[in-house]
T-cell receptor, first 113, second 114 residues
Framework: EAQVTQNPRYLITVTGKKLTVTCSQN?????MSWYRQDPGLGLRQIYY???????DKGDVPEGYKVSRKEKRNFPLILESPSPNQTSLYFC????????????FGPGTRLTVT | KNQVEQSPQSLIILEGKNCTLQ??????????LRWYKQDTGRGPVSLTI?????NTKSNGRYTATLDADTKQSSLHITASQLSDSASYIC?????????????FGQGTILTVHP
């Protein structure tokens, strides 16, 4: 089954403790992207990647890192999480020539205390 | 700055009724516009995509329109069902160096009551 998976689905952590949210897709998509969704603000793009070793900032990249060493994986790294990063995070993927036809993962709800 | 504005913010209708959601954008140069449906706590799912040359596109009970001159799009839902209760998000993408960068609207929360 074609899908985008994220892990963990739920995470509660404390300020400053480094964490990684994994994202994997099995559709051979070149394009992958991370979003956060907050009430009243909608979905905002954090980082995106057009292909392996190619990443670029979205609208809200501060406090986040990404890497794209393999085509199928696109982890989101929070080196020193803060409470304002409490949010619902989505990973998405698509073919590079159709970044608008994205398939979204199930979401990761992160709480930073 | 590229922006996408959706209205209304929320909408309550009775089952079986029709409704129309609006999306205005300032993204330039315009590439395409997509409507997504997002159920609570889940990832968005694509409903339809509109390119510059398209005026209307249907997907079952969903019909999207696009006016590239006025930079407006609408999503019309016919004979609403309880399962239509969700957030509807308008997403616009541009050509050029920001090809992979998408601009999302804040969404319209639709509630369908029996």
């Amino acid at each position: 089954e074609a899908q985008v998976t994220q892990n963990p689905r739920y995470l509660i952590t404390v300020t400053g403790k480094k964490l990684t949210v994994t994202c994997s897709q099995n559709m051979n998509h070149e394009y992958m992207s991370w979003y956060r969704q907050d009430p009243g603000l909608g979905l905002r793009q954090i980082y995106y990647s057009m292909n392996v070793e190619v990443t670029d900032k979205g609208d809200v990249p501060e406090g986040y890192k990404v890497s794209r060493k393999e085509k199928r994986n696109f982890p989101l790294i929070l080196e020193s999480p803060s409470p304002n990063q409490t949010s619902l995070y989505f990973c998405a993927s698509s073919f590079a020539d159709r970044p608008y036809e994205q398939y979204f993962g199930p979401g990761t709800r992160l709480t930073v205390t | 700055k590229n922006q996408v504005e959706q209205s209304p913010q929320s909408l309550i209708i009775l089952e079986g009724k029709n409704c129309t959601l609006q999306c205005n954008y300032t993204v330039s140069p315009f590439s395409n516009l997509r409507w997504y449906k997002q159920d609570t706590g889940r990832g968005p799912v694509s409903l339809t995509i509109m390119t510059f040359s398209e005026n209307t596109k249907s997907n079952g009970r969903y019909t999207a329109t696009l006016d590239a001159d006025t930079k407006q799009s609408s999503l019309h839902i016919t004979a609403s069902q309880l399962s239509d209760s969700a957030s509807y998000i308008c997403v616009v993408s541009a050509y050029g160096t920001s090809y992979g960068k998408l601009t999302f609207g804040q969404g319209t929360i639709l509630t369908v009551h029996p």
